[in-house]
């Protein structure tokens, strides 16, 4: 640790301040402020980008999710890490951002309900998680015994799983709408358009007639833009491999950077929607309309934050053990408060449920910084570029080709993020874990491999079983309470939060 006292104060008094608590320099506290923003930054981004475009949301609507979510971002951490009444704070450097294990429930419920309606339904259902949330915080911090590391570890491996999907899509094309694999002949369509109009005559029926798709579509998996995608993981690995410290914390951004300099170079690129932008504008809340709340998306996404608490209560834990500060049952209850906190403002502000990012609490172990005012100056940046639409816009911009490189990362790197807490489980001596992680995995890749399973289902419980994360959490937490019992092991929950931490 940094000594920060003057050098005639070493003596044997300790330093009166606890380094969690340090504040330090003003130019010191923005440049590593800035440096959290930019390791969460392109983590940040990609969540508004995947539920934008699901709803089928326009250009600038997608644009004015990501400039609510920045600011929604910098809010919660100001929340989480300065401290707001003694209901909301863990008061630990803690950066707060939109969590992927809410992406897959999130996206069903945009394919279910597209455009407007579907936003309303989707933040109703935001927001009445982020009250329940509040709500259940103290118990959740108890609840501990029902989420092991082998529970944690296969619910998060099935996410990264699950969101792989979004990433693949991303660089060839979507597999539905314009971009799927197959379009009509244009001959068929000429045909059909022929036959159709009033007062024709009727030409000659063409050989293999078919009017569903059948012609290769030259939109999807176009070389060029597979070609951009692999430059932009290749251009991510090299930077892992041969950058050290804060630039290898940030290879990611970067070479969605080099993939966006190259896809402008091609033309692929164009940047009329940034010009158009304006330079300032205050996030407002409900920009769709009022939202709608639905009971079965509400308890959907409540059991995503219920996860999502457990996840955060490890990282807290592990914090504590990181910055020498114990954490108490009330401190956890309070950091757990402010995640259902910073949902429902999420919600209000038109965005998504808001966790603590695990690469910045990896950052705070890199860098050995543990004053939390650093995160402090990370949340009023973020605050900052929520409050500039031309950034929004440039993001916005993004090929999703360059994004779909990226995204094989990001969403690779959260399922090996449960396969490394999985790690420190232990299968020699204990074999009911291999069948829990076995069936569990099995019971999330249904919605992913069948997703027309549910189609003889009562169509009221469709959202709650067309998320194969949500199947993987009933499945573990159940499976684990009949072969495993409840048994409490707070020190094994610290070492998986120290192991999802790992870079």
Known sequence: MTDSLSPGAHSAVQPAVHPVDQRLPAGKLAALGLQHVLVMYAGAVAVPLIVGRALKLSPDEVALLISADLFCCGIATLIQSLG????????????????????????????????????????????????????????????????????????????????????????FGNPFGPTAPSVVDPAYTKWLADVTSPGSAIPPVPKGLSIVPTVPNPKYADLTGVGIAALVLVSILLIVKFAKGFIANISVLLGIVIGAVVATVMGIMTFEKVGKAAW???????????????????????LVMIVVMIESTGMFLALGEMTDR???????????????????????????????????????????????????????????????????????????VVLGGAGLVMFGMVAATGIRILSGVDFKTNRHNAMIVAVSIGVGMIPLIAPNFKQWMPHS??????????????????????????KHDEEAIINAAKQAEAH
Not at 291 to 300: E, G, M, V
Not at 471 to 482: E, G, H, K, R, Y
Request: charged share 10%; net charge positive; glycine share 10%.
């Open 280 to 302: 300032v504008d205050v996030v407002l809340p409900f920009h769709f309309g009022m939202p709608q709340f639905d009971p079965f998306l509400i308890f959907t996404m409540t």
């Open 84 to 171: 707001a009444t003694q209901w909301f704070c863990v008061k630990l450097p803690v950066m707060m951002g939109v969590t992927f294990a809410s992406v897959a429930p999130m996206v069903a419920i945009a394919n279910a309900n597209g455009g407007q309606a579907g936003a309303q339904l989707l933040f109703g259902s935001i927001i009445g998680a982020g009250i329940i949330s509040i709500l259940i915080a103290p118990l959740v911090s108890r609840m501990l015994r029902f989420f092991p590391p082998v529970v944690t570890g296969t619910i998060i491996a099935v996410i990264g799983i699950s969101l792989m999907r979004v990433g693949i899509n991303w660089i």
């Open 326 to 400: 114990k954490i108490s049952q009330q401190d956890l209850a309070r950091g757990l408060r402010t995640d259902g906190l910073g949902t429902l403002i999420g919600g209000i502000f038109n965005t998504f449920p808001y966790t603590s990012f695990s690469q910045n609490v990896g950052l705070v172990a890199v860098t050995g910084v543990k004053s939390r005012f650093v995160c402090v100056a990370g949340g009023v940046i973020l605050i900052v570029l929520g409050l500039l639409p031309k950034m929004a816009a440039l993001v916005e911009s993004l090929p999703t």
């Open 461 to 486: 419980i469709h959202s709650l079983i067309e998320s194969g994360i949500l199947l993987t959490s009933i499945a573990a937490v159940l499976l684990n309470l009949f072969l495993n019992g409840a």
